[in-house]
């Protein structure tokens, strides 16, 4: 199978750093870079991403969201000064779904929740208790007596 670059948000900028690629295992035949931040798309922009814009053409809509776990084609990956300023073509509905980028960071609480859920996984697993396995009454279904 060739090997194909990856459309859209995955390709380096120009003027910036190359990316090591390797074959995609999602059978795409794809190249994802490895080790590599996603930016921003929009041109001379090397910026990190932190939304997601997608065109729904039927509906004549354009939908900024919080940025996609992964890069897809016909997606575009905007920084925080570029979603703030995007603007759908005319007659188009923008839906503005992402939060401001620069509340996002996390709370106290997060980070409590996250350090709790880190020592609930790294408790061991207590053994099963000694003694007979339990059994485990099944009951039959009726029998017709015809």
């Known amino acids: 199978m060739p090997l194909r670059l990856a459309p ?5 900028a120009p003027g910036s750093m190359p990316v090591s690629l390797t074959l995609s295992t999602e059978g795409d035949g794809y190249a994802r870079p490895v080790g590599a931040s996603r930016r921003c798309t929009r041109s ?4 990190p991403a932190v939304a997601t814009l997608t065109y729904v053409y039927a509906d004549q809509t354009a939908v900024l969201g919080p940025l996609a776990t992964l890069a897809e084609p016909h ?6 000064d570029h979603s703030q300023r995007m603007s759908a073509p005319r ?7 992402a939060p401001d980028p620069a509340t996002i960071e996390p709370t ?8 709790d859920a880190v020592r609930e996984a790294g408790r061991p697993v207590p053994p099963p208790e000694p003694g007979p396995p339990a059994l485990h009454l099944v009951k039959s279904p009726p029998v017709s007596g015809d």
Do not use: K
């Open 75 to 80: 997606t575009y990956d905007l920084c925080a």
């Open 44 to 47: 001379a922009c090397s910026q």
């Open 91 to 97: 007659g188009w509905n923008v839906l503005r779904l």
């Open 108 to 115: 106290h609480d997060d980070l409590l929740a996250l350090a």
């Open 8 to 12: 859209g948000p995955c390709m380096s």
